[in-house]
T-cell receptor
Framework: AQSVAQPEDQVNVAEGNPLTVKCTYS??????LFWYVQYPNRGLQFLLK??????LVKGSYGFEAEFNKSQTSFHLKKPSALVSDSALYFC???????????FGTGTRLLVSP | DAGVIQSPRHEVTEMGQEVTLRCKPI?????LFWYRQTMMRGLELLIY????????DSGMPEDRFSAKMPNASFSTLKIQPSEPRDSAVYFC????????????FGPGTRLTVL
């Protein structure tokens, strides 16, 4: 069965510094990987996805993610964090043979001024 | 596009009452998902539909929960009778239903059962 792990409950970073939010996955087939962001009292917003091709995926709001098949990871990154990036981030995986997504437990990102 | 629409946004009810949550997916999407989010359990998939047909309801917690999708533009999630432990934020999401389908989420319904 598919699974995804977000090992950090919270990540703290200063504004202007690079940020990384970690995600590892487990699937039986080819992985489809997603990152979503949730702001307070809002629904989840799609950031980016990896299907195939280039291992570096670029998404919304300057975020990118790097797919690493050997390490089964899909870490979210941004070169320069903004205070407005503070939110809850979810990694999700979809096995190529299944339609539903499996979400991680979420990582809270706090960017300090 | 208006995105996924959910109503009501907030619902406060008393234990034992029936609660109905509503969702209108994005036009043209043929897969619909109901999720529940709580602090303790995180984001849980309750049920999903493809072409209005329930495909997987293994996440529905018990018989008090039921979901329907009478047509491509409307779905309901009903809880009868409601209990305090049902208090959560319920999200609806929709997708094109073909891989690698991105799910787009509604704003959610915050349910409080007293």
């Amino acid at each position: 069965a598919q699974s995804v792990a977000q090992p950090e409950d919270q990540v703290n970073v200063a504004e202007g510094n690079p940020l990384t939010v970690k995600c590892t996955y487990s699937v039986s087939g080819n992985p489809y990987l997603f990152w979503y962001v949730q702001y307070p009292n809002r629904g989840l917003q799609f950031l980016l996805k990896y299907i195939t091709g280039d291992n570096l995926v670029k998404g919304s709001y300057g975020f990118e993610a790097e797919f690493n098949k050997s390490q089964t990871s899909f870490h979210l990154k941004k070169p320069s964090a903004l205070v407005s990036d503070s939110a809850l981030y979810f990694c999700a995986v979809r096995d190529s043979g299944f339609q539903k997504l499996v979400f991680g437990t979420g990582t809270r990102l706090l960017v300090s001024p | 596009d208006a995105g996924v629409i959910q109503s009501p946004r907030h619902e406060v009810t008393e234990m034992g009452q029936e609660v109905t949550l509503r969702c209108k997916p994005i036009s043209g999407h043929n897969s619909l998902f109901w999720y529940r989010q709580t602090m303790m359990r995180g984001l849980e998939l309750l049920i999903y539909f493809n072409n209005n047909v329930p495909i997987d309801d293994s996440g529905m917690p018990e018989d008090r929960f039921s979901a329907k999708m009478p047509n491509a533009s409307f779905s309901t999630l009903k809880i009868q009778p409601s209990e305090p432990r049902d208090s959560a934020v319920y999200f609806c999401a929709s997708s094109l239903g073909a891989p690698p389908d991105t799910q787009y989420f509604g704003p959610g319904t915050r349910l409080t059962v007293l």
